[in-house]
């Protein structure tokens, strides 16, 4: 209940900033946010829930209908947190959300009409975490990480990318964190696509795995590769000079700083590395929280970093990528994800160094 309060003062001092009376909340990873890590989806690949949530400056409401609102109320608790259900029959269109802020400044995570587009706003809002959020999101990076190791221990040459991508959700599920992204690479694949979807294709001596696993409504990321074999030297720089750019991107987001600063300082680790261009061909990640990026950082955001933040950067060069989920500190920041017992190597930027994992050769 401490945070489903506190989030509610962080809303209504939202409502206050951006001066508006009402603000509605469609977006799964928005309800999640408001009603401290509460479920609004039922299709896992829909980015709006079964329920959208209306916030005043003195009332908070769920809008649902006649199949969701008995699952809301008793299993997800909302009334009891202090929500007021407000229901329609699932065979009716409903006119709710619109009865409830009539003659209100609103604002919206989602097209809505009569009310201000407000999505960027609430995204940044998304990232600011309160302490509760932030034990929830080291526990789940914990998972994550967990799940990522026993996953990728159990592929071996002749799986097929299916089968690598049923290992890694049957681990992170079972550790009850959802595999919201599951993407897998094999061999060429790695090479020629920065978001592989799997396929039939068989291992033979390189993969990747990427998972974004999520409990509470929080997200974390991560990616690993293993080569069965000696990893070949053109594929080691690549590595070793992917590793040295999320080094500097790491290294780099620090409290005060703007997402632009940090952006062009993994611009320029790129360039220092001999792959200038390389950034181009992907986006470098960004601020997470309840969405696997809040925000994609682009040059020119002037955004500025704060402590207890969680970032996920992931820079990749063609074969080759590196990913954790890290969490913002005034004195230096927590990489969540860490695999124990993972290879790694040691990055030096301007004096201070991070570790960051290798590939890993069986």
């Known amino acids: 209940m401490r945070l489903q309060q506190a989030r509610l003062d962080q809303i209504r001092g939202f409502l206050a900033a951006q001066e508006l009376d009402a603000l509605v909340l469609s977006r799964v990873s ?16 829909s980015s709006t829930g079964i329920g959208t949530l209306v916030i005043t400056a ?10 969701e609102a008995p699952r809301l109320e008793q299993e997800e608790g909302l009334s009891a947190a202090g929500w007021e259900l407000r229901v329609a029959p699932w065979y009716q269109g409903d006119e709710m959300v619109g009865q409830l802020v009539a003659g209100k400044r609103t604002g919206a995570d989602t097209p809505l009409t009569g009310a201000r587009d407000v999505s960027e706003e609430v995204a940044w809002q998304r990232s600011l ?48 964190a959802q595999a919201i992204v599951n993407l897998i690479a094999t061999d060429e694949r790695i090479f020629r696509f920065r978001h592989p979807l799997p396929t039939a294709k068989r291992l033979e001596n390189y993969a990747m795995l990427v998972l974004c696993g999520r409990q509470n409504g929080l997200v974390c990321s991560i990616t690993r590769l293993v080569h069965f074999g000696k990893l070949p030297d053109s594929l080691r720089i690549k590595a070793d000079a992917v590793a040295q750019v999320d080094g500097a991107f790491i290294l780099a987001t620090q409290p005060g700083r703007t997402l632009d600063a940090i952006f062009a300082d993994g611009q320029a680790a790129y360039a220092d590395t001999g792959f200038a261009d390389e ?53 230096g920041n927590e990489v969540l994800t860490a695999i124990e017992g993972w290879p790694t190597q040691e990055i030096h930027v301007g004096g201070r160094s991070v570790v960051r994992p290798a590939i890993l050769e069986l």
């Open 279 to 331: 950034w181009k061909y992907h986006h470098q990640g960004g601020p997470a929280g309840y969405e696997p990026r809040e925000l994609i950082a682009v040059p020119g955001m002037a955004q500025t970093v704060v402590a207890n933040q969680v970032y996920a950067w992931n820079p990749s060069i063609a074969g080759t990528k590196s990913e954790d989920t890290i969490l913002v500190g005034a004195g």
């Open 129 to 176: 975490l309160l302490p509760e959020e932030i034990e929830r999101i080291r526990l789940l990076g914990r998972s994550c990480a967990e799940a990522m190791h026993a996953a990728i221990r159990s592929v071996a040459p002749g799986m097929t990318e299916y089968e690598i991508d049923a290992h890694l959700a049957y681990e992170a599920e079972r550790r009850g």
């Open 30 to 45: 928005s309800f999640a946010w408001a009603t401290a890590g509460h479920r609004s989806y039922v299709n896992t690949a």
């Open 58 to 67: 003195d009332s908070q409401y769920v809008v649902t209908n006649t199949i």
